[in-house]
């Protein structure tokens, strides 16, 4: 157990709508990153943030969006969702050094 | 475009024997490299860095080796046991992290 929490686990939606994925971090963790894992790809990075603020980002499109709360957990929103955007999806975290990411245990976003 | 590359998909070793997982990377800006192991329905879990700095790392039974010029690394298990078999992944940082798509190694008893 990584101690990052992530929920939902799994997430089933149509296309066009939106969804919300959450994240809480490892205690005291600063530092939270989000991924996308598609069918036989790897990690790619979307965005991270460092208490509360945007610190970097990847390849994140203008459908996707994400902030970090006072009490550090994450949130991921995903709009318009077309059915190249159903994956896993990592949350991790880490605290001043970004040498270690403790990854939670995903969510599997299907779009049908 | 991928800058983080891990040509080889899966890989099987007897266990007992070595296994060496690849990693080429394109940006020579990299200074950090690390490892990640991943079993089904977990999300990765870290396993090994090297910093740009070093040309080798070892943990135990997992070696990491950095070659700079080549823009390669490599991680090496001795020796490898079954419940190594899992999906590795080798990531590169630099103003962000980078990951490669995995090889599957899989450790025959």
């Known amino acids: 157990d990584s101690g990052v929490t992530q929920t939902p686990k799994h997430l089933i939606t149509a296309t066009g709508q939106r969804v919300t994925l959450r994240c809480s971090p490892r205690?005291?963790?600063?530092?939270v990153y989000w991924y996308q894992q598609s069918l036989d790809q790897g990690l790619q990075f979307l965005i991270q943030?460092?208490?509360?603020?945007?610190?970097a980002k990847g390849n994140i499109l203008e459908r996707f969006s994400a902030q970090q709360f006072p009490d550090l957990h994450s949130e991921l929103n995903l709009s318009s969702l077309e059915l190249g955007d159903s994956a896993l999806y990592f949350c991790?975290?880490?605290?001043?050094?970004?040498?270690?990411?403790?990854f939670g245990p995903g969510t599997r976003l299907t779009v049908l | 475009d991928q800058q983080v590359k891990q040509n080889s998909p899966s890989l099987s070793v007897q266990e007992g024997r070595i296994s060496i997982l690849n990693c080429d990377y394109t940006?020579?800006?990299?200074?950090?490299f690390l490892w990640y192991k991943k079993y089904p329905a977990e999300g990765p879990t870290f396993l090994i860095s090297i910093s740009s700095i070093k040309d080798k790392n070892e943990d135990g039974r997992f070696t990491v080796f950095l070659n700079k010029s080549a823009k390669h690394l490599s991680l090496h298990i001795v020796p490898s046991q079954p419940g190594d078999s899992a999906v590795y992944f080798c990531?590169?940082?630099?103003?962000?992290?980078?990951f490669g798509t995995g090889t599957s190694l899989t450790v025959i008893p």
């Open positions: 943030y460092y208490n509360g603020e945007e610190r």
């Open positions: 205690s005291g963790d600063l530092s």
């Open positions: 940006n020579s800006m990299f200074d950090y």
């Open positions: 990531a590169a940082t630099g103003n962000q992290f980078y």
């Open positions: 991790a975290s880490s605290g001043s050094s970004i040498d270690e990411q403790f």
